[in-house]
């Protein structure tokens, strides 16, 4: 009997003792990196954990919730909007926030997710009704920064930051869909023209300045050869009254030289006389129809005849 109830005395010390090491256990909490625990007292807030080891009261601490802090993103499905001009159309959004206040976070609203996904649907609507549908699918970033700033403000109560806001697709009905394609590709094809136009306009225009530059260059060598041809008759010609008055030159130079040389051989005036007569003749060249001749070279050339007749009959006899 005694070793019956020793044996069930160790058993229960040892069953305590396993407990109290579960318990203790369960007292030691490892907080990681980017992460925080708000730790209630006995259901009111006691502190928040941060990076680190920490310990609780056994049965009077819980750990009331665990903190992402993290940047986290959500993706909310599309939310039916409509436009300052009626246009009913689909808008899904991103939201990119973090958790700043853990205290904020686990105390201030029941379901933060969801109540950031509201609060989205609801400001997105409220600035979609005061654009027309033109405006919403030009104005995306207008949209996104008045979203961050209005869901910013929102959010801060509840320990919450929204970094960015997003529009991820735009999408609007239909018939809608279909008249913005039909006016792109209006759009294309009157620019196609207007761009054929202008190089058909650019191409004439390289064209006729082609064909002016052309007919200057053109006009340019015409006047440039012209210029040579008549410095080159200019040239001949000078060349030719150049080469006529030195040949003149050098005639009445040789008619000098030979009168001075029939003077240095003595000739007489009757010689003299005889050699004028020969120059008038040259001078006459068989082309002139009278001649004048002085009366004193007619008495030489009488003379001249009559010795010539006298020699001929002496030669007979």
Known sequence: MIAAISFGGAIGILILCVFLLVVAAS?????????????????????????????????????????????????????????????????DTVVFFQITDPKLYAYGVENPLMAIENLTATTLRNIIGDLELDETLTSRELINTKMRALLDVATDPWGIKVNRVELKNIIPPAEIQDSMEKQMKAERERREKILFAEGEKKSSILVAEGKKEAAILEAQAEKEAAILRAEA??????????????????????????????????????????????????AADGKATKIIVPSDIQGLAGAVTAISELAAKTEQQ
């Open 27 to 91: 007292c030691v909490k490892v907080v990681p990196q980017a992460s925080a625990m708000v730790v209630e007292r006995l259901g009111g807030y006691l502190a928040t954990w941060s990076v680190g080891l920490h310990v609780k009261m056994p049965f009077i601490d819980r750990v009331a919730r665990r903190v992402n802090l993290k940047e986290q993103v959500i993706d909310f499905k599309p939310q039916p909007v409509i436009t300052k001009d009626n246009v009913t159309m689909q808008i």
């Open 233 to 282: 008759k200019k040239e001949a010609t000078i060349r030719e009254a150049e080469g006529r008055a030195e040949a003149i030159l050098k005639v009445q130079q040789a008619e000098a030289d030979g009168i001075r040389a029939i003077r240095e051989a003595g000739a007489d005036a009757a010689v003299l006389q005889l050699k004028s007569f020969e120059a008038f003749a040259k």
